[in-house]
């Protein structure tokens, strides 16, 4: 990326006041007590159902051998609702204003995650992405049209951001309906390319002019949803190890699953929230590479789920893979989740060889877990355990220092 001026502190009116309808204009990147509202809150967990669709389909997937077509079928639709996740939250950062018609236009893009998770079950058993498409379409024609009304508020190099970003969702939304009309075959290929342009969106419009980005309201919006994403996984593996011993009187088999996937999703939890990243996002160029690399980081995390799950139907006989496959399902995602946690945050606070390993050696150890043959879930959930246990010891001896001072508004510097 270029470099580019970060946008002096701008008075934004508070939400909630002079009437319903309001100018939209950038909120103050230094501005106090910014949190999360009760829209972005709601719109997190109406996203989360489309994930469990997600997660339903690649269970089935890998349950019956076919768990390459899954992992991708599983990728292309994550990524359609990370990214429109993702775009929501940067721009409600720096623009919401919380009147009338800010609340309806979330509203639509809400109906549209609603509308894409209706069409995941056929996009994974049929590769029919008709309806994915469609509740993709709403919730970037309403997204484009939020920059459209910034682009009206604002002059200048802001509106010309506002307005490559509008131009950018609306070309790309046009450039996906290759998936409903390309060979099966070509496809993948195309979501590529497509997913890389949807990626240069923010770099592109960014140029010349930041948007007002919250650096701690980004991360709490990051935290927040990935907190709700583990409680997901939590629900889903409870309800596999629920039916399990109903159906089948499998309590001592599914008992160590059980374990090592509680000990394994509260480790994820504790290893994520063990140091305060908003003191890292600084720039554009950290902040995307941060908020880009959170797609393996919601993805993992409910696949861990999703994994759980079949084990669990292994476990009592319902699945037509083998016990390695299985272990493989809950061990490679956690594994990755640790990997990709340490490299985006974690070895920013971390001082010494020793501290900085501990998260990669976690992830070794995990993968190593997983020919265990029936004990490898609770293996893996103790090595996640004693790694936490581990960097608290090491942070108690060695105290965690911030690898950057908290974000300013001077800074501006973006690479």
Not at 66 to 72: S, Y
Not at 285 to 299: D, I, K, N, P, T
Not at 370 to 395: D, Q, R
Request: charge should be negative.
């Amino acid at each position: 990326m270029t470099s580019s001026t970060t946008p002096p502190p701008v008075p934004s009116d508070a939400p909630g006041g002079r009437g319903p309808l309001r100018r939209l204009r950038a909120r103050g990147r230094d501005e106090a007590h910014r949190t999360a509202s009760p829209l972005e809150l709601f719109f997190d967990l109406c996203f989360v159902v489309a994930v469990a669709q997600a997660g339903i389909e690649l269970v089935h997937s890998v349950a019956e051998g076919h768990a390459g077509q899954g992992i991708l079928d599983y990728a292309m639709v994550f990524f359609a609702l990370w990214w429109a996740w993702m775009n929501f939250t940067w721009f409600a950062s720096a623009y919401d204003n919380d009147d009338v018609l800010y609340r309806v236009v979330t509203l639509v893009q809400i109906a549209g995650v609603l509308v894409l998770a209706a069409g995941v079950s056929r996009a994974f058993e049929e590769h029919d992405y008709l309806v994915v498409w469609l509740g993709y379409a709403i919730m970037r024609v309403a997204m484009a049209a939020q920059w459209l009304r910034a682009a009206r508020a604002a002059e200048g190099p802001e509106r010309t951001t506002a307005l490559r970003y509008a131009g950018g969702v609306l070309t790309c939304q046009v450039g996906w309906l290759g998936l409903l009309f390309l060979p099966e075959g070509a496809r993948p290929w195309w979501f590529l390319v497509m997913a890389l342009l949807e990626m240069c969106v923010p770099p592109f419009a960014e140029r010349g002019h930041s948007t007002s980005w919250h650096p701690r309201h980004i991360a709490e919006r990051y935290g927040l949803f990935t907190i709700i994403v583990l409680g997901e996984t939590i629900a889903a593996a409870t309800v596999a190890v629920k039916s399990g011993i109903d159906e089948n009187d499998a309590l001592g088999e599914l008992l160590p699953l059980a374990a090592g996937g509680l000990l394994i999703i509260f480790a994820a939890w504790w290893i994520y929230f063990a140091v305060p990243v908003h003191g890292h996002l600084r720039s554009n160029r950290q902040a995307f590479l941060w908020g880009y690399g959170h797609y393996l980081v919601f993805a993992s995390v409910a696949a861990i789920g999703a994994g759980l799950e079949v084990a669990v139907e292994e476990t009592v006989g319902k699945a037509h893979i083998s016990t390695l496959a299985a272990s493989a399902a809950v061990t490679l995602p956690t594994a990755l989740y640790l990997l990709t946690v340490w490299a985006l945050h974690s070895r920013h606070y971390k001082r010494g060889i020793t501290q900085q390993l501990v998260l990669p050696t976690t992830a070794l150890l995990v993968i190593c877990c997983t020919f265990l043959g029936h004990w490898a879930v609770l293996a893996a959930g103790v090595v996640c355990a004693l790694s936490v246990a581990a960097g608290e010891t090491l942070a108690a001896t060695r105290p965690v220092v911030a690898a950057d001072p908290p974000a300013t508004s001077t800074d501006t510097s973006t690479g």
